[in-house]
């Protein structure tokens, strides 16, 4: 009986373990396998989500990046020193104080510009978006109490009641490697290592009282902190980061349906670099259906598998589309007309000396090249107020209601700062005037506009500057505030610092623009661009004009474009028939079609497009003197009149500007050399004058007469006489052919150098021309010798020498009358006295030394011309693009490092020095993708006390592992019961005492090798 008994408990055994081992294993199913992106705040917002593939996806202010070793090199270069490869990579230093800024709130009283959340389009709206997910690594972060942290602000920086209106939550402890940290901002749970939610804690950043995210409907800054602990430096790695919408209403939800799960789930998400994150953990019991906010993941391709207490099931497959990134070219905030080019006939492109006409608290002034482009270089005096003028008075007025957008590029070499220790330095403003002179009394200042280490571009609109909302200075008691909108402004100066240590800048493209416009009728080519990185869709483009930049308001669609491609400068011409005057945005909306799935996404254009009535603003422009092919002496007198013919009350005509073009009956576009002779008349309420008559025959304060006095060299002219009206933007040109028959009697044959500090001139007397009672030999650091930095009279013609101060000057000397007065100067010569700036270098010679497999190497060397101080590296994914990297070198001549495998690189280097820039060639490479590695061959074991010693040689077959992993079995078992990645092909460990069976791994991007050999290991 007892073994019969026996014999039955077995039997019953046994049926439980075949009935365990054919129970049904937990099975998924998702509701899609192409999922639209979800919301997502930079991508919706910006156009450009926080992958950190450029430079905006980081704060520009550099107190908010710091905290890590590399924060120093941001301050000087500029935020992409973070940047690598497309991703966030830094080490923290050991004060736990580690900052990633990825939304710059801006500052109250500051001329806030660009990417920052000052301005409401560009600020966070908290009620659509609340959910926060980052994927990041952490290398051996410290132990507790390190803690994640979400910091957001409502306010600028300054603004009211600052210190309450921010919050910050502490949320998870990083752990180690790669994870996906998710949390709901609004509620302060967050998910954890297994996927449940936890709360974290809501405190403040600036020691006020804390404000949760929603209470307030704009967040105008956001940032993390990744590492908390003191005393440890830990590299930190991020990927990307996503704030989309909360779970429920509005979110990108996903259903997964399981069947055969019981008691609890863990849904886990596997990227395509195979990295897996728990993204929930719930109650099961059977079968049901998980809503999951996948809007939490980048765009990407994914497996998802739920992990029950009866086992896991098995993966299913599902992308997520990334959706078309959209750019408007063009309408943009730096406009279109330019002032310069248009009225001055020169544009302030820092090309020619004459852009200049003043420089002030400058040493060492000089045309250079910056990054190919021409600009002004200098450097600050001890003074701290650098000060550049690019117009300097006389007749030139600026019509501010048409030019009104300036945009300049600034590069500082300099670390940023506003301390003491650079005399509040890293501060731009633009100052005007309308008054016959330029000092603290009559100049209008805006208040201060920060700028960044580095080279960048900055717009702002002046004619949005008060002093009411802080946007014009007003800490000086005695300087006025006008308002840039309706004054006649004759002086304009931009201010690039307020160091005081001897800070060199490199000022370029400077351009005071109009809005971009179209005549009512006619048309505008509409410049947008967009990419995607899927492939199979196709696009349609829509466009859109809007008065705000706020979608929800109402878009008014002007046209469509079918089956358009991918590219950088698509067109689409606008033709504004039946659009009423006015100030536009315009919006481009990408509509992607892949397969059954349809993506759409839209930008706004950055400035408006003007349309204006151009029937009923017609300029109408009349020369009354000089007559067309007259003879006339020097100087002349200029008469004549403009007026609007469609208005018949108002101030309506911008300017009229005359040029002097060398050569008889110039038409078409200036050939011969060009002299700016100036403006005549200026803008007023008068009668209109009655000489001037109109084809209706009345017009008040229409218009204005103008009536100037010029002088020009002997010879054939033709002046161009150029009206346009406020209205219309549209200009009058008439051309009047000349010849000036009396020459101003001028020394000839001027001529000026230096050899160090002792300058040279000579010259002789004048042609003709009246008599000469003497001679002025003159200077001055700009071309209108306003003020002259020294005069000498001297006698007669001849040569002089004599010593000057180190600088730039123009160097002219001037014929007087008998009886002192001046006649006429020779023609101005620019002369560098003191120590000579080196020689610009030549181009460097790029060549690749191993571009096959990463990392790749490549080398350069000088080129002929003055030796290099530092080497730039531009890489990117087109021809002169710099989209991989921009990468200072400083003097190396060589780099190797990992680059994307699959895509056609493009790199080219610029040398530079203190006299200017020169780039290399471009050279090109694809690496290709890695094959995976043959197995390594494990040599005999080492074994003293219990410490073990293990090598291997590399494999003879695939790409080159970048990594290994040693398996540990019992003899005679299958079951691995260790496994340690390594990064050599050597380790000595300790084991405890036993014997085990060992092989080993390679691995690389493309997968793991077969195993090595196996060796036995008895440890003692």
Not at 39 to 68: C, K
Request: some cysteine; aromatic content about 8%; hydrophobic content about 40%.
């Amino acid at each position: 009986m007892l073994r019969t008994g026996r014999a039955v408990v077995m039997s019953v055994a046994w049926l439980g373990l075949v009935a365990g081992a054919a129970q049904a294993q937990p099975s998924i199913s998702l509701s899609g396998s192409v999922f639209a992106a979800g919301p997502d705040f930079a991508t919706d917002v910006h156009n450009d989500a926080w992958d950190f593939s450029n430079v905006d996806d980081l704060s520009p202010f550099p107190d908010e990046q710091l905290g890590w070793t590399t924060s120093a090199q941001a301050r000087s270069g500029g935020r992409g020193v973070f940047l690598n490869n497309g991703r966030f990579q830094a080490t923290t230093d050991t004060s736990a104080g580690n900052k990633v800024s990825l939304l710059f709130r801006g500052g109250a009283g500051l001329v806030n510009n660009g990417r920052t959340g000052a301005f409401d389009h560009m600020a966070i709206p908290t009620s659509r978006y609340g959910k926060l997910a980052v994927k990041m690594r952490l290398t051996n972060p410290g132990p507790p109490p390190n803690q994640l942290m979400a910091i957001w602000y409502h306010r600028t920086y300054g603004g009211s009641d600052e210190a309450n209106q921010s919050g910050l939550v502490l949320w998870g402890n990083p752990r180690n490697g790669w994870a996906l940290y998710i949390l709901d901002l609004p509620t302060l749970q967050y998910v954890t290592t297994d996927g449940s939610l936890q709360s974290g804690q809501l405190a403040s950043p600036l020691g006020g009282t804390p404000r949760p995210w929603h209470l307030q409907s704009l967040a105008r800054g956001f940032e993390l902190r990744a590492q908390g602990t003191a005393g440890y430096s830990v590299p930190v790695e991020i990927d990307w980061v996503r704030l989309t919408a909360r779970d429920g209403a509005g979110a990108a939800t996903m259903n997964i349906n399981y069947a055969n799960c019981t008691s609890t789930y863990t849904l886990r998400i596997t990227d395509a670099e195979g990295v897996p994150f728990n993204v929930a953990r719930g109650a099961a019991s059977g079968s049901g259906s998980i809503a999951f906010n996948y809007g939490v993941l980048a765009p990407g391709a994914y497996q998802a598998s739920l992990s029950c207490n009866n086992g896991t099931s098995s993966s299913q497959a599902f992308t997520i589309n990334a959706p078309p990134q959209v750019t408007v070219i063009d309408p943009d905030e730096s406009g279109g007309a330019d002032f310069a080019t248009d009225v001055l006939g020169n544009p302030w492109d820092m090309a020619d000396p004459a852009d200049v006409p003043a420089l002030n608290d400058v040493v060492n002034p000089g045309l250079v090249n910056d990054a190919g482009q021409p600009a002004l270089q200098g450097t600050g005096t001890s003074s701290g107020d650098p000060q550049v003028t690019l117009l300097n008075g006389g007749s030139a007025l600026i019509n501010t209601r048409r030019y009104r957008h300036l945009t300049f590029t600034l590069t500082l070499d300099t670390p940023f700062g506003l301390d003491g220790n650079l005399g509040q330095g890293s501060l731009t403003r633009v100052l005007w005037g309308s008054q016959s002179g330029m000092d603290a009394s009559t100049m209008t200042a805006t208040n201060d506009l920060l700028i960044w280490p580095g080279r960048n571009t900055y717009t702002v609109d002046l004619s949005t500057l008060t002093a009411a909302n802080q946007g014009l200075e007003t800490e000086c008691p005695f300087c006025p505030t006008l308002p840039w909108l309706n004054h006649s402004v004759r002086f304009f100066r931009l201010d690039p610092h307020e160091a005081t240590i001897g800070v060199t800048f490199r000022l370029a493209g400077v351009k005071l623009a109009a809005l971009d416009e179209v005549a009512a009728g006619g048309t505008f080519n509409v410049r947008y661009g967009f990419n995607d990185a899927d492939t199979g869709s196709t696009y349609t483009a829509q466009f859109f004009l809007d008065g705000d930049r706020d979608p929800s308001g109402g878009l008014v669609q002007v046209g469509t474009q079918n089956n358009v491609q991918r590219g950088a400068a698509l067109t689409f011409p606008f033709n504004t028939n039946g659009v009423a005057p006015g100030e536009y945005f315009v919006y481009v909306r990408i509509v992607e079609n892949r397969g059954g799935l349809q993506e759409v996404r839209g930008a706004y254009s950055s400035g408006k497009l003007r349309v204006y009535s151009a029937s009923s603003s017609l300029p109408r422009l009349t020369v009354s003197a000089p007559a067309a092919g007259a003879s006339v002496p020097t100087p002349f007198t200029i008469t004549g009149c403009a007026y609007d013919e469609g208005n018949t009350s108002g101030i309506n005509m911008d300017e009229v500007s005359v040029l002097a073009i060398a050569g008889p009956d110039v038409s078409g576009p200036q050939a011969g050399s060009t002299q700016v002779l100036g403006f005549g008349g200026s803008l007023g309420t008068r009668s209109f004058p009655t000489s001037c008559p109109s084809a209706s025959g009345a017009f008040a304060n229409s218009g204005f007469s103008f009536n100037g006095v010029y002088a020009l060299s002997q010879g054939s002219w033709t002046l161009r006489v150029l009206a346009r009206s406020t209205i219309s933007g549209q200009f009058t040109v008439r051309d009047v052919p000349i010849t000036v028959v009396t020459a101003a009697g001028a020394p000839s044959n001027f001529s000026a150098s230096a050899s160090g500090n002792t300058v040279t001139v000579s010259f002789g007397a004048p042609t003709s021309g009246p008599q000469v009672g003497g001679y002025i030999v003159e200077a001055s650091q700009n071309s209108q010798f306003s003020p002259a930095a020294f005069q000498v009279f001297v006698p007669s013609p001849g040569t002089y020498s004599g010593a000057v101060a180190s600088g730039t000057y123009y160097f002219r000397a001037v014929s007087l009358e008998p009886i002192g007065a001046r006649i006429a100067p020779s023609p101005a010569v620019l002369v560098t006295v003191g120590p000579q700036p080196p020689s610009p270098p030549g181009p460097p010679t790029l060549s690749l030394a191993q571009a096959a497999a990463n990392p790749v190497t490549l080398n350069w060397s000088p080129g002929a011309g003055g030796p290099p101080t530092n080497y730039t590296l531009y890489a990117g994914t087109s021809p002169g693009a710099s989209n991989l990297a921009v990468a200072p070198m400083g003097g190396a001549t060589s780099i190797s490092a990992t680059a994307p495998v699959g895509v056609t690189i493009y790199v080219r280097v610029v040398a530079t020095n203190a006299g200017g820039a020169a780039t290399s060639n471009e050279v090109s490479f694809t690496v290709a993708p890695p094959v995976v590695p043959g197995p390594p061959t494990l040599a005999p074991p080492s074994v003293s006390g219990s410490n073990v010693t293990l090598s291997w040689s590399p494999p003879t077959s695939g790409t080159a592992p970048t990594g290994y992993t040693l398996l540990a079995r019992m003899p005679g078992s299958a079951a691995i019961v260790a496994a340690l990645p390594v990064t050599g092909t050597s380790v000595t460990l300790p084991a405890p005492p036993g014997t085990y069976v060992v092989s080993v791994v390679a691995g690389n991007g493309a997968g793991t090798s077969a195993e090595s050999n196996a060796v036995t290991v008895v440890v003692p």
